[in-house]
């Protein structure tokens, strides 16, 4: 991907991030690694997922042993489902810290619309 | 000499001479047919028990050529089976595809568990397959509504772990196939 086009997403995810932290986004849970948001009217979803890899990884004193990569990947779908557009942090490795930023702030959103929905059923004192 | 003692003696003299005669019975052909037929008899009953113990021995490596066959065939069939994944593939559907390749692949592969040719690589397509089981747990769908909505979740979390997984299943059948060739060769020999 040209650098240009990096810089650009980047922008894009800030501004996605930002939104989610003034509550302008709320995201759903599909399973426990991945978050969506449906845009309203509902023209497309961005999706960010989290990705656990196990690679081999060769010691100094020539073992192998297995180890844990995480990356995260973040999709926009069109409202069909189909994938128009897709980033990974597994390809676009600058990409990683700021997707995984993305993901932290997308579980927040979560959690916060959880503890709301608790706050809003217990009796008010 | 009173009658019974003479009696005693004379007894006793007769066996005497049967005894005498019986120490020269290497003499008369009678002894040697009969020493020819006991030794012809232990050689019979020593190529027998060779034969017995040979067709066994035989019978054993029949069988686990037939093994290492049966193994071979099943794992090509699993290599065959993990390259059916797709992005669009659904939880329950890898859910069902992983449950057949771990049940098959771990059936086969267990009779050689010990074996020090192949134990190392058993052990790594061991932990490939819990390796598949963890990351699929971690797609599996809050709803199937949901499931929807995110299509390629399933894909992008278990891609890499088929992929070592059809790795290792390479590895080890080109392993069960040299054992095949090697195990052939030894028999050929004899």
Known sequence: ?125 | MDPQTEEAFKRLDAVLQRVLQDAHAWNTWEYWLALLIGVAGLYFAWKASREAHEAKQAATEAGRTVKIQTVTIELTEVAQKLERIHPDIKFSEARDLLSEISRRVRRVISPFEKDPDLEGKIKSLREALDATHSSLSKVRPSGQAKETEVPQAVYYAIESDFATLTNVVAELLGLFEKKGIDFGDAHAGR
């Open chain 1, 1 to 125: 991907m040209p650098a240009g086009n990096v810089a650009e997403i980047r922008k894009y995810l800030e501004e996605v991030i930002a939104a989610t932290n003034a509550g302008k986004m709320d995201w759903a849970q599909a399973n426990p690694t991945t978050f969506f948001w449906t845009s309203t009217p509902p023209r497309g979803r961005l999706v960010i997922q989290r990705v656990e890899k196990t690679v081999p990884r060769r010691l100094a004193d020539g073992r192998m042993i297995a180890t844990k990569v995480v990356h995260y990947v973040f999709q926009a779908l069109d409202q069909n489902g189909t994938a128009q557009f897709s980033a990974s942090g597994e390809d676009i490795d600058d990409l990683n810290p700021l997707l995984e930023n993305l993901y932290g702030v997308a579980e927040t959103s979560m959690s916060r619309k959880g503890l709301e929905f608790l706050k809003s059923i217990l009796p008010k004192s």
